[in-house]
């Protein structure tokens, strides 16, 4: 039997259930929970005789170690560590397993901007009489089917929308920053050089992109002028993708009828801890349904993320290859 390993971890980022993640490991390991907020100086020392980590952002960085093999990361995002802010024998993994919530969750935004079931249903009821006489229905509401849905990004999320799009007999569009085989559920394929048609012939255009500096205002002032009037925005990729004055300016203006925004431009921080989402006022218009980064926010893509990150470590345990792999640390200790 090989020696016990060690994985720490980090309460910071929300993943507390450590007995969950003992649970659900195959191989020996001894699991602690740490805030570094708690005592810095500990965590760092913690750190150095561990094995794995579990979290998201250490705010002074990774402590000096030569032991650490893994640091898994909970969830998707990872543009606040480079591989050289990460000792050499460490490798960084990320987590996904939120696909097919985040696609729910758009699918819900995207029946409500077309049947109004929430918006307008109440206002008609209030004046509905149930004499059995016939009564004004109010204004026609609108279908998913025969819609073309526009994909920035055929990742994880993309397919997952795309696979309930074309439950929809929806037409789907999606572009991807290089060109591979033509995808399965895709009725138009391309790369972003491509991407005017998109804007063009969409009735929604859906952001999945990440963030950085390929991505970055990628969705300008030109692109929502080459939109629908009636055409939806939504964005859950990253906030930085759009540009924060040019969606704000086509939402305001009603240059496009409306928006299904999960994602934004500031986000709590040691400076600001509760910032608003963006410097324009979003919240007071009335045509975009916001959430405030929460669409795969459900249990059961929390138990499905723990699952994974017992799975790789026991893979790391066994000497085996780990799985969503990001990059290797180059940093020297």
């Excluded at 929806?170 to 050089?193: I, N, Q």
């Excluded at 496009?256 to 925004?261: A, D, L, N, V």
């Excluded at 979003?282 to 799975?311: C, E, G, Y």
């Amino acid at each position: 039997m090989g020696q016990k390993k060690s994985v720490l971890v980090m309460r910071d980022t929300g993943m507390n259930n450590n007995e969950i993640l003992a649970e659900k490991l195959s191989t020996d390991w001894d699991v602690q929970i740490l805030s570094v907020r708690d005592d810095p100086n500990f965590f760092n020392e913690m750190v150095k005789n561990m094995d794995a980590i579990v979290g998201g952002p250490i705010p002074d960085g990774v402590p000096e170690t030569t032991k650490l093999k893994l640091y898994q990361v909970p969830f998707t995002g990872y543009d606040w560590i480079t591989p050289a802010e990460l000792p050499i024998g460490a490798t960084l993994c990320n987590t996904h397993e939120h696909e097919t919530t985040i696609a729910e969750h758009l699918m819900a935004g995207m029946l409500e901007w077309q049947t109004g079931l929430m918006r307008d249903t109440h206002p008609v009821m209030q004046k509905y009489s149930f004499n059995g006489r016939d009564i004004n229905k109010g204004p026609h509401h609108r279908e998913l089917r025969g819609s073309t849905v526009g994909i920035i990004g055929y990742g994880h999320i993309g397919r997952e929308i795309a696979r309930r799009c074309k439950a929809f007999d929806m037409t789907v569009m999606a572009v991807s920053r290089t060109m591979r085989k033509e995808p399965e559920l895709v009725d138009w394929y391309g790369t972003v050089e491509d991407i005017d048609a998109l804007f063009q012939r969409s009735d929604f255009v859906i952001n999945c992109a990440p963030g950085g500096e390929e991505t970055r205002g990628m969705i300008d002032r030109r692109c929502f002028s080459m939109m629908k009037s009636d055409a939806i925005i939504a964005n859950v990729g990253r906030g930085e993708v759009i540009d924060e004055k040019a969606l704000y300016e086509a939402l305001s203006s009603r240059r496009i009828r409306g928006g299904i925004i999960d994602v934004w431009y500031k986000y709590p921080g040691k400076k600001n801890p509760n910032p608003w989402p963006s410097k324009f006022p979003f919240h007071k218009l009335d045509n975009i349904i916001m959430s405030p980064h929460n669409s795969a926010w459900t249990q059961a893509m929390s138990h499905r993320r723990w699952d994974f990150v017992a799975a790789n470590l026991d893979r790391l345990s066994k000497g085996l290859e780990l799985k969503n792999f990001c990059f290797r640390g180059e940093r020297v200790d």
